[in-house]
């Protein structure tokens, strides 16, 4: 019996061996690629009708009312508006939300960021954000403009609105304040 146990182990051994030389022997690769990734991008265009007339300018990546020289000599209980059209222009076939902030610039009274007010609406006034300083929509964390843009969409217009508080005194008086409005396009992640 150990004679057979001994013969089964070498024969068994001598498989294995013949085996692996074998697997050896014959091998061969496969391969897919090169195998490149390329991104595309989020691309968010604006354009503006300051005249609100639905005559907008022309879609850029940053683009300026036409009549800043306009807004001087202001007072406590003044306001005024443009038009924004926004418009997804990305490679990407993405969704963008769409986060409005400010970005001060310049300024020589500081109390200009608390009596300075603004306010975005669709044109019939519905879909408000609600109406916040300046210094309020500097750390704006997540007041969003609906709709949504799908991939090749644009919306608007939306009613930029600017106001002074009417509770403001002589402590803004003769006082400047320059800001960037910005609409960041991100991403919806599904």
Known sequence: MKKILLSIFAITTIIS????????????????????????????????DTDKDGTKSAWDDSTAPAFPERWTNLYPGWEDSYWIYLKNESSSPITLKILPTVDITDYDIAD??????????????????GKYSLRAWTTNAGTYLEPT?????????????FSISENAGNEIKDGNIVFDLIFDGIQVIN
């Open 17 to 48: 061996l013949v085996g692996g030389a074998v697997y050896a022997a014959f091998s061969n690769k496969a391969t897919s690629g090169p195998n490149t990734f390329a991104t595309g991008n989020a691309d968010l265009k604006i354009a503006i």
């Open 112 to 129: 200009l960021w608390d009596d300075v007010y603004m306010e975005i609406t669709w044109l019939g006034g519905g879909n408000s954000t």
């Open 149 to 161: 843009l799908a991939k090749g969409a644009e919306a608007g217009p939306w009613v930029v609105n």
